[in-house]
């Protein structure tokens, strides 16, 4: 940032661990999530999904669903309206191809198929049901392994499969010490508590659109490209998401049917997916197998590390797991070899799911690091902070900073980690139970996108902070206040802030980790302006006490401003609009990356988590006892939402170490544990001990604000620190996720 | 979910000849039912409420020494009613281990019973079961089958029952108490589930419109008070059905084991009540060695029925588990855990 | 035909023609009797996020049929909150972070206020967790979540919160 005259005071709302502005709505059932909005004239809709995995339906019974009372309308590829675009087309790296109805193929089981439309919820379900399609089903294929392996053109989004620094194969020949082992990570679904939902009001070629999104501005262009009518007709409105986890980024298929469905019959319409139908057109974190081999000279410095990665996307569109990214990044050695290749499976396409890539990248390369440790007879620690990296070891660009050291430091003093003993299966507790401890280190990408913001200060002294900006449980309201009040010098109170509305100015998407940083970085150059603005009315006014402050500069604060030379001298924002005769100052801000920074630096946020598991001696049952994570992650705007944060995410890590696969029958492609009895993920006896520690850390680097990413980077390092710690228990290293219990008691001693 | 007819009779007998109807199902709670017809699983053309029958929500200890539970008792009901865990403290502990508090509050002990499969094969209405639609085949056979049964399966159908309340009162000799339209009869719980063999529609001995009046633990079931465990294999530390559990009660004399009782959960399409291993426990002395010889004997015969070969041995030890737990005396208080393996040791012989 | 049903909803009697008997006790609050408060995460009592309390016990709202409770006393997340002063496990929410999305939230909090009244768990810590297994929070807030149910039922016992009803 360049010096400007003008200085704002931070500090007074940034960095408060204030509780959550929305909190009062929240406790009480006033917060309205999508599916809690019932227009007048309100029909429900239901979704039929194919049960086949791939081939066509046959028929559809509408007929019997027809004569169900209350229905109104049944929606199918024979009788759906046409649409402006074509939803296989691919217009750009965040364009996935949906099914809306366009023809009779099936492409995975779950696929939406029709629609039923009626009076009331129970008829709009049972008419789904009645529609009992008939299928021409062919073989599909549900493995990794698969046949018709390649490599695809790119994974995650533009980034490249295979990257190559230093001769890794040289470096693993000369080891002195080596490992080599494979991992597995299954097919994860995000299965947010609100499922995905939408309520749709049209008048005329204008539609308002109640559904949670992550990214409005990309909902609003994807309904207006494919029902062929202005971004300005399209009013989305998310103000609260129960959980998206990235599976509510992009507009899913099911909700464009929803919007479909009202324009079809001509009221609002209400769709809200069952559970069951989340495991299917709402993308899913897609299974893995990677290969790591490590080595090492005789004192244990890294001499090499490849990590290859098998994934999956679906038969019709790309979608690649970028698994491979951490190994990048993480730890120093002078050759680094990742690659990726992938079979095409009979599902609905991957997508992003919390930390997509590092998250499975993380606990095979956390597993490898903890059997290299293992191999050499070293503490595991000790092992990571021998090939700590001081400077990002594939690109050689310093890091813009890196605190991770200290949260080695403060996590394994908190957590006891001295004097843990090298050998497994050598602690048990008091009741007889295996105890085990491991840890791993965590990163994160801190990334930039693009948004936009609106500041105005009012005559009444307030103000007013927009953006689109999406709070899907990590605390936009509150934390983007708190940094919108800053930019303008006032208290929180003293200020309006909206968001989570489309007809505001476009905040970009809630992903990546980046939200925060880049949603702030828009307000706070809104507020700047809108200072600024204020600044110049008054410096220019003979009137004003500020008047000539000029060079000095003047500081905003509590709705002042105050000579940065004389703070004695000093107006009133209201004093300086009302002479000014203005009702209210506007000001507008960007948030982006700075492209000379990323150029210059390697830019991520860290962390390292210790685990305790208990594991039942013969049974095999296994208990995550105790987490401490220390996490560096740049300036912390609210800490109170970052510890939650950082503990939600670490419960990720639980959930993908032990509890958490989807179950697909390879015979017919369906996820046979399609409902959340079966689908394991944690509950809150799971959990019954996890800290986080918040390790300060400047970085004058990475954006404005020193923000780095806090949502996704607490899956990575916990779910390998858990997979270790299983080992240290029980001397059995299981490298399939989540660990099973018959893995565990094979071979297992009777005690 | 199917249009149905709903009524509600007024009296056991009312609601007996409304269910004689072919289609009709009991409604109690419906924890299990309406999950089952929300997912098309099961259709049933009319619902006969029996929620607020009189006469069923009792827990009374009876003058000849048996204790009885009305059929419409609240799982959390039962499991909290005091003079009942004191008696059967395996029974209120496998109860506060299954499912979640809201289910314990609603779900009813005769609902317990008829409880469906957890089997995905049973649940997917687009997969082929024998259970929902006889003839049909059964994907379980070949399929995601890990958690499926290894006692008693057939190749009909391989599916467990997913009770835990049924694994000690199968034990204890519990009696189930039928009114239908033959009139009153009783029946032994150990009798009561059926076995697929090739007719593994057939659930229990129910015939059309009998309905579970309740259930009756007989004179002296009390007499293991004093030494009796569940212990319930998870794969998360709480709300998830059993991979496999055990219930052990013992009756200790001197140092041995006057009178022992086993009975396993997860393994079979019924409760499984080991009475080989019982044998084997009479008379014996309450050690390791012991435990593990009963433990074999309960899975005598055992085999896998899919990728679950893991099972048996899981079953074996948790058996040996069970019986170790019930030997060192049954918890002042139920464990914050209850059932789990991982809950703290927390045994005191309450009497001798 | 239909069924007439009374409801006592958070202290309001309320009549209900129903139409359908399928009606769930948890659509009939949500799509007609507009309390939306009580939220559909599973729809087969495996979430915890319909719970509401029914004849003053937690149960999962979508896996009882409306018809079936005709004459209940029904209590909501709508109606904990008296005269605008937060029920103590709602600001112990608020105070703990116990929520981040808050889709679990109203589920809850009637669980934690249930399972308060049901006096089983005492200040024990793992039987609190054990005690709120029923509610799923895929956010991962349980810590908070533990934490401001054993705060709310401390101060509730030394408030007299429940006397005051």
């Not at chain 1, 598991?613 to 994570?629: F, H, I, M, S, Y």
């Not at chain 2, 269910?19 to 299990?32: D, E, H, I, K, R």
């Not at chain 2, 000799?173 to 039928?178: C, D, K, L, P, S």
Request: contains cysteine; hydrophobic residues 45%; glycine residues 10%.
């Amino acid at each position: 940032m360049a010096e400007t005259a003008i200085q704002l005071r931070h500090g007074s709302s940034i960095g408060q661990p204030l509780t959550r502005r929305d909190g009062p709505l929240k406790v009480t059932g006033a917060a309205t999530y999508a599916a809690d909005n019932n227009p007048p004239g309100l029909l429900h809709a239901a979704l039929a999904v194919s049960t086949v995995a791939r081939g066509r339906v046959a028929s559809l019974d509408v007929a019997a669903a027809r004569a169900h009372p209350g229905v109104a309308e049944v929606i199918t590829p024979a009788n759906r309206p046409p649409l402006a675009a074509d939803p296989d087309e691919k217009t750009g790296p965040f364009s996935f191809r949906q099914e809306l109805l366009q023809n009779d193929t099936v492409r995975y089981a779950g696929q939406p198929i029709a629609i039923v439309v009626a009076e009331t919820l129970e008829a709009a379900t049972e008419g789904a049901r009645l529609l009992a399609p008939r299928y021409e089903a062919e073989p599909v294929l549900a493995e990794l392994d698969g046949p018709d392996v390649f490599t695809p053109a790119a994974i995650g989004v533009g980034n490249a499969p295979n990257m190559q620094h230093g001769d890794a194969e040289a470096g693993l020949a000369a080891a002195e010490s080596s490992i080599a082992a494979t991992y597995d990570t299954p097919a994860q679904y995000h299965n947010a508590m609100e499922p995905h939902a939408v309520v749709a009001a049209w008048d005329g070629d204008r539609v308002t659109v109640d559904t949670p999104s992550q990214g409005l501005a990309f909902a609003v262009m994807r309904i207006a490209g494919i029902f062929g009518i202005p971004p300005e007709n399209i009013h989305v409105r998310s103000p609260f998401l129960g959980g998206g986890f990235g599976s509510k980024g992009l507009i899913s298929g099911p909700q464009l049917l929803g919007i479909l469905a009202a324009r079809m019959v001509g009221r609002p319409v209400k769709l809200v997916l069952p559970r069951a139908q989340m495991y299917g057109p709402v993308g899913h974190r897609a299974p893995t197998r990677q290969t790591l081999r490590l080595g090492t000279d005789s004192k244990g410095a890294l001499t090499a590390i490849s990590h290859h990665v098998r994934t999956a996307s679906s038969r019709y569109d790309d979608f690649f797991e970028p698994a491979v990214g951490v190994t990048h990044s993480l730890y120093a050695a002078p050759a680094i070899e990742t690659t990726t290749d992938a079979v095409r499976l009979d599902t609905g396409t991957p997508t992003f799911m919390r930390a997509p890539g590092e998250a499975s990248g993380s606990i095979a390369l956390e597993s490898a690091m903890d059997e290299m440790a293992v191999a050499l007879g070293m503490d595991p620690l000790e092992f990571r902070l021998r090939n700590y990296a001081e400077v990002d070891p594939a690109s050689g660009k310093p890091f813009s900073s890196k605190a991770l050291r200290e949260c080695y430091a403060q996590g394994a003093a908190r957590f006891g980690w001295a004097g843990r003993p090298i050998a497994p299966r050598s602690m048990r507790d008091e009741n007889g139970l295996l105890v085990g401890w491991g840890m791993g280190t965590a990163t994160f990408p801190a990334l930039m996108f693009a948004a936009q913001a609106r500041a105005v200060l009012r005559r009444d002294g307030s103000g007013v902070a927009e953006t689109g900006a999406h709070d899907m449980g990590q605390g936009a309201w509150t934390a983007l206040a708190q940094i919108a009040a800053d930019s303008m010098g006032l208290d929180i109170d003293r200020i309006e802030f909206r968001a989570g509305d489309s007809r505001l100015p476009d905040a970009g998407i809630a992903g990546g980790s980046a939200h925060t940083a880049t949603a702030g970085a828009a307000l706070r150059s809104a507020g700047e302006e809108v200072v600024a603005k204020l600044a110049e009315l008054a410096m220019s006014d003979e009137r004003s006490p500020l008047f000539g402050a000029g060079n000095a500069g003047v500081v905003a604060r509590n709705g002042r401003l105050l000579r940065r030379d004389d703070e004695a001298r000093g107006e009133s924002y209201e004093s300086i609009l009302a002479r000014a005769g203005l009702e209210e100052i506007e000001g507008k801000g960007r948030g982006a990356a700075d492209p000379a920074a990323q150029e210059h630096y390697s830019m991520h946020a860290h962390g390292a988590v210790f685990a305790e598991v208990k594991v039942d001696p013969e049974l095999g049952q296994v208990r995550a006892t105790r987490l401490v994570g220390a996490f560096a992650a740049g300036t912390v705007i609210n800490p109170r939402l970052v510890n939650s944060q950082y503990l939600g995410g670490m419960i990720w890590g639980v959930s993908f170490a032990l509890h958490e696969a989807a179950v697909v029958d390879p015979r017919s492609g369906r996820v046979m544990n399609a409902n959340l009895a079966e689908y394991h993920v944690p509950v809150n006896a799971d959990v019954p001990s996890i800290e986080a520690i918040l390790v300060e850390e400047h970085d004058p680097h990475v954006n404005a604000l020193g923000v780095k990413g806090v949502g996704e980077i607490g899956i990575t390092g916990t779910a390998g620190a858990i997979a270790n710690a299983v080992w240290h228990a029980t001397g059995v290293r299981v490298r399939q996720f989540p660990v099973a219990i018959e893995a565990l008691i094979a071979d297992w001693p009777q005690s | 979910m199917n249009r149905f007819d709903y009524i509600r009779p007024a009296t056991v007998a009312e609601a007996v000849t409304a269910a004689s109807v072919p289609g009709s199902a009991f409604l109690a709670a419906g924890t299990n039912l309406l999950d089952l017809m929300k997912g098309g699983v099961v259709r049933p053309e009319r619902l006969v409420d029996v929620s607020r029958l009189p006469g069923l929500d009792a827990v009374e200890a009876l003058p000849d020494g048996a204790f009885r539970i009305g059929a419409r008792v609240r799982n959390a009901e039962l499991a909290h009613d005091r003079d009942f865990a004191r008696r059967f403290p395996a029974v209120a502990e496998a109860l506060l281990s299954g499912a979640s508090a809201q289910l314990r509050n609603a779900a009813t002990a005769g609902g317990n019973l008829l409880q469906r499969t957890r089997c995905a094969y049973f649940y997917d209405p687009a997969s082929a079961c024998n259970k929902r639609e006889p003839g049909a085949g059964c994907d379980a056979l070949g399929g995601e089958n890990r958690l499926h049964a290894v006692l008693g399966w057939s190749e009909s159908c391989i599916a467990t029952h997913p009770s835990d309340f049924c694994v000690p009162l199968a034990a204890l000799g519990a009696v189930v108490e039928i009114e239908g339209p033959g009139g009153r009869r009783e029946v032994p719980l150990e009798e009561f589930h059926l076995l697929p063999g090739s007719t593994p529609e057939r659930e229990s001995v129910l015939s059309p419109g009998e309905l579970v009046v309740a259930l009756r633990l007989p004179a002296g079931a009390d007499a293991f008070a004093a030494h009796s465990r569940y212990v319930k294999l998870r794969e998360r530390t709480s709300y998830a059905f059993a991979v496999v559990s055990a219930a052990a009660m013992l009756r200790m004399e001197g140092g041995t084991i006057a009178e022992a009782r086993l009975a396993l959960g997860g393994v079979a399409l019924k409760p499984w009540r080991a009475r080989e291993a019982e044998a084997v426990l009479a008379g014996a002395r309450p050690d390791a060695a012991t435990f593990r010889r009963a433990a074999e004997a309960a899975l005598e015969g055992a085999h896998p029925s899919g990728e679950n070969g893991f099972k048996i041995e899981l079953a074996r030890r948790i058996a040996a588990r069970a019986l170790a737990l019930a030997a060192a005396g049954t918890p002042e208080r139920i464990p914050a855990l209850p059932a789990s393996p991982l809950a703290p040791v927390t045994g005191v012989a309450l009497h001798g | 035909m239909s069924w007439s049903i009374t409801l006592t909803v958070n202290g309001e009697p309320r009549h209900v023609e129903l139409d359908d008997p399928r009606v769930t006790l948890l659509d009939l609050l949500r799509e007609r009797l507009d309390l939306t408060g009580s939220k559909k995460g599973c729809d087969r009592g495996q979430c915890g996020a319909c719970t509401v309390l029914l004849d003053g016990q937690r149960v999962n709202s979508c896996l009882a049929l409306a018809v079936s409770h005709d004459g209940a006393e029904v209590v909501t997340i709508e109606g904990l909150a008296r005269s605008g002063v937060l029920h103590p496990v709602q600001a112990a929410f608020i105070e703990h972070d116990a929520f981040q999305c808050g889709f679990c939230t109203p589920g809850q909090i009637m669980s934690a206020v249930g399972m308060i009244g049901e006096a089983q768990a005492g200040d024990d810590p793992e039987r609190v967790r054990e005690c709120m297994s029923g509610n799923l929070c895929r956010c991962g807030a349980y810590q908070g979540i533990t934490e401001a149910v054993l705060d709310a039922q401390q101060r509730m016992g030394q408030d007299g919160w429940e006397e005051a009803a």
